[in-house]
């Protein structure tokens, strides 16, 4: 097996690993329950899964979908995300090579994707995700050195700020909590991986993304609405097409 075929297989399976702990962190994080203990089990009969049984995507495949032991039901939602982080750090290492750049991609679209479920699901945005990532953003950003380290800590400065102003207008003007803590520790965490000009951009797709999605839904049935997950994917799509999209605008604004 070649050098780039050994990377990529190494990262899918990394990916994979990961989304199978991503799986333990959204299940457990939103009740604050740890991470270690106990052991993964059977939600219905509680007996401790083996390892052959936690094999990512294979195992519930292998077992279609159910319990070895009572034959209860398991979610979908861990072979999906398994295969989901799987395909990201594939995809990161496809398109920049085994760099930094690309483990900064499939760490962050990691940690987006599991604010992503938890938010739309409880409404919450687990410390762990958000100053957990703002400490692997703030130490990948040293590689490159004084002047990289010092654009994340801005970006998270100024993701941090524009939330927290956002937040206490709302709050101002409706009377009500309008955005959470964890929206902006969140963008904290976000500027640190793509910087102050991405911030800007990640709230402007994620406030159209919002709008256009969700905000009649929630006009009509008096629901909240969970913006961590549209801050995802506006973070996502920074990540990927942010220094297009601002160029062109620039350029838009230029008239040419």
């Avoid at 957990?132 to 801005?154: E, M, N």
């Avoid at 956002?166 to 991986?193: C, L, N, P, T």
């Avoid at 800007?200 to 629901?223: C, E, H, I, M």
Wanted: hydrophobic share 55%.
């Amino acid at each position: 097996m070649g050098a780039d075929a050994l990377a990529l297989a190494g990262a899918a399976l990394l990916g994979l690993c990961l989304g199978s702990f991503l799986n333990v962190c959204i299940l457990r994080l939103p009740h604050e329950q740890s991470l270690l203990r106990p052991p993964s089990s059977c939600p219905k009969c509680r007996r401790p899964i083996a390892w052959r049984d936690n094999i990512p995507v294979v195992s519930w495949l292998l077992l279609k979908g159910r319990c070895r032991h009572c034959g209860a039901r398991i979610s979908v939602q861990y072979p999906v995300v398994e295969a989901a982080v799987g395909l990201l750090w594939l995809a990161a290492v496809l398109a920049y090579g085994a760099t930094v750049q690309a483990l900064a991609a499939g760490l962050l679209g990691t940690i987006l994707l599991g604010i992503a479920i938890t938010d739309a699901r409880h409404y919450l945005i687990p410390d762990e995700f958000t100053w957990g990532g703002l400490v692997l953003g703030l130490t990948l950003s040293l590689w490159g050195g004084v002047d990289g380290f010092l654009q994340a800590v801005l970006g998270a400065v100024a993701g941090f700020a524009l939330l927290f102003v956002v937040a206490q207008a709302g709050r101002w003007a409706f009377r009500e909590e309008a955005m959470g803590g964890g929206d902006i520790k969140m963008m904290a965490m976000v500027g640190s991986f793509i910087g102050w000009k991405g911030v800007l951009l990640t709230v402007f797709l994620g406030a159209v993304a919002g709008s256009v999605v969700f905000l009649p839904l929630s006009l009509k049935r008096k629901r909240l609405v969970p913006f961590g997950v549209f801050l995802a994917v506006g973070a996502g799509v920074t990540f990927v097409a942010g220094d297009a999209i601002i160029q062109w605008y620039l350029q838009f604004l230029r008239g040419s």
